[in-house]
């Protein structure tokens, strides 16, 4: 029933925007998903019709519908999920999904997760392609193929996916999230959620910040992976995710251990950058 499909899709994505705006976050944004979910409730054919023949411009032709909201509905009818809400939630489980991928254990997908920031199998997909597996020790030629094999059967692929241009934020600016998270956490003004993941008595402890940089949304949280809890840095990673309209992405800052930068918070996987900073400042003086 088309009906009972569209008040599905409508009602995961006021979902978001009920959590969003009980997590602080800007009040437009909650507003551009409250919008986007009357629009699919009244909709007179099926949302995944309108998918099928127009693809995302269909979608974005909508009243209200811009191009993130767009990547939401057509990942919840896709997939089922949407790992944005799952994050608002605090059911968050990147690891688990990463790992049931052959080829890839709990592990090894706790390091991805971490060092790449891959959350999704769409993410691990554009990660099989761009270059990015090929730099994790472990990933060989064959077990290279062989993921890239899994994912192409999970995930309906017939050809290998483009690697779109996605331009980052600039380390100062994940940085500036990062202090304001960190600094809003300690001061105790941030509403906390109740992680699904290591937290068997769902104590709500995860302090979630919400903000905004010019055109990007970002959500940061302390990082909740094994890795964080076996390592005791559950108070020093920071997840960054953001969205700028070509769909969610993420980093992680920490606190570096090591080298010339120890003891300064870097952007994992961009540690060069800070470097070449420090190294310019120096010539400068």
């Avoid at 991805?112 to 920031?117: N, P, R, S």
């Avoid at 094994?226 to 960054?240: G, P």
């Amino acid at each position: 029933m088309p009906e009972r499909l569209n008040d599905d899709v409508a009602g995961r994505l006021d979902e978001v925007a009920r959590l969003l705006a009980a997590q602080g976050a800007n009040r437009f944004r909650v507003g551009a998903y409250a919008r986007a979910a009357n629009t699919v409730r009244r909709l007179s054919r099926p949302v995944s019709e309108i998918l099928e023949r127009g693809g995302l411009e269909g979608l974005e032709a909508l009243p209200g519908i811009g191009p993130s909201i767009a990547r939401a509905i057509r990942d919840l009818l896709a997939r089922g999920r949407l790992a944005m809400l799952e994050r608002l939630r605090g059911e968050s489980q990147p690891t688990k999904l990463l790992a049931s991928v052959p080829g890839i254990g709990r592990e090894l997908a706790d390091r991805l997760h971490h060092d790449l920031g891959i959350e999704t199998l769409e993410d691990l997909e554009a990660a099989a392609h761009d270059g990015r597996l090929e730099q994790v020790l472990g990933f060989g030629p064959k077990r290279l193929a062989g993921i890239r094999d899994s994912l192409a059967h999970r995930l309906q692929r017939v050809k290998p996916p483009p690697v779109a241009s996605h331009p980052a934020p600039s380390v100062r600016e994940l940085l500036d999230v990062d202090r304001e998270y960190r600094e809003r956490a300690a001061a105790g003004e941030l509403v906390k959620i109740a992680p699904r993941r290591f937290n068997p008595t769902r104590v709500a402890w995860l302090p979630i910040l919400h903000t905004t940089r010019g055109r990007r949304h970002y959500t940061a949280l302390f990082s909740n992976t094994a890795l964080a809890h076996r390592l005791n840095r559950t108070s020093d990673w920071v997840v960054i995710y953001w969205d700028d309209g070509l769909g969610d992405r993420q980093c992680t800052v920490v606190t570096a251990d090591r080298g010339a930068l120890a003891g300064r918070r870097v952007v994992r996987g961009r540690e060069a950058e800070l470097e070449q900073g420090s190294s310019d400042a120096r010539i400068s003086a």
